[in-house]
């Protein structure tokens, strides 16, 4: 099933027009795919950089930005898994506000690596089994 | 009396000596600071920003890096007040990790300043009774 | 014609895994297409922002990792324009390392609108013409 | 003597004020601490980092913020240092804009330090030698 992690929209995001610049709604993500881990797989992201060596930087991305994230809104992203390689998972994600506007999609191939020398590693079975069951929401 | 804020150490705060970058505790305490406004004062910070139009940049800080912010713990920022000027806001920043390890402390003037023109503005009343009141916690 | 905008990569840009974290890769791709513009229209974009108020933020992004960019390198960011629409322009980037190595190439589409209330804008014909004449670099 | 670095101010540094958001200037402080280290002693910080594995992080600062960074401006940092104990270095940053008008200055006490485990190290006679060199710039 899909998860959700929700964050104040912080100042620091948001440039002089008022909205969340976009570099920062990447920005954004990664610290909600970091969340994600936990609620996905049951294991935190800095144990699986720091003890198992294990990161999945990203290859690939697409993203549409579909509306304005504003100061005093709330970020709610969704995020669930498209498909998993045999190194790589194809992560999803969902923005909208508290409002439920609309904010940002985006499709994002990350490849697992070994932290020391960045070479690709297998996708570990138990990581598999949690994040192949992390299916889109209903309507995505 | 003092109020604390609790926030993820997120991956993007790290740097490659596997610490906090030291501008982005800066940032952290930002992010608090706004956070402190509700619960200091009962108003949001983007609604003064916003609707009342009033701000507070900082004009003046001094800084003391205790030790290093990891990635895998949580930042626990506690704020008081230390002194309520004509236009002026004095605040101190005391930031532990979740172990209890002292990490950052700051004293940071602010100054009320309106948002269109940043010309200086008084510590409105209702603002300065309650801002009196975060009295720093026992053994600061 | 293309053009090439060089950027050191600073310390801030790098992450724990001793590589440029990828959100400050798009965070680069901004500040590179802010120098863009007098190189490729003979105007400076603060002067569009505030003077014409004009700006282009991004409605859609693909883009590819292809390797590191690493900390002691200098970002070397060619840039041209794919296509100009009625209001909307797509950009292309190409980074290198400045040893020739491939870091990332992203095809932008941006939307000219009004900087007050993000209504979108035709692109003016002077523009227009500037970008049109952005052709990609030979082989890309 | 000091040494003078100069930065386009880029947009991701712009806050909802139109003026530099605070903590980026640390950051942009930061970048221009980096680049100072070739021209006060010929060594690229990166060099020092990764080859001699030793850094100098922060563990003091006091700073004032004289007036705002905008948008369009060249930043330009002055720099020069203080003193230079057993291990530490104490850098001063005078900040203008291009027009002359000061922003911010800083006193930032840093320590020498092994990047591999955090321990304090004397700091190398040969640099030392080139830091006592850079002193204060007239009428500073």
Redesign the interface.
């Known amino acids: 099933m899909a998860v959700t992690v929700r964050r ?1 929209v ?3 995001m ?6 969340a ?4 709604i ?2 954004l ?3 909600c795919f ?2 994600a881990w936990a609620l996905m797989c049951g294991v ?4 699986m ?2 003890e198992w060596k294990l ?1 999945y ?9 579909h509306g ?1 994230l504003r ?2 809104r709330t970020a709610v992203m969704t995020m669930w898994i498209e498909s998993v390689g045999a190194s790589s998972v194809v992560w999803r994600y969902r923005l909208e506000d508290d409002l439920g506007n609309l904010v940002w999609t985006s499709r994002q191939v990350t490849v697992g690596v070994h ?1 020391d020398d ?1 070479s690709v590693r297998p996708v570990p079975e138990d990581l598999r089994r949690h994040l192949e069951a992390c299916t889109p929401p209903e309507g995505a």
């Open positions: 104040r912080d100042f620091p948001i440039d002089m027009a008022d909205i610049f976009y570099p920062r990447y920005d993500a990664h610290r970091e969340e935190e992201y800095h144990e950089l720091y990161g930087p990203v290859v690939d991305i697409a993203s549409t930005f304005p100061y005093g932290m960045m």
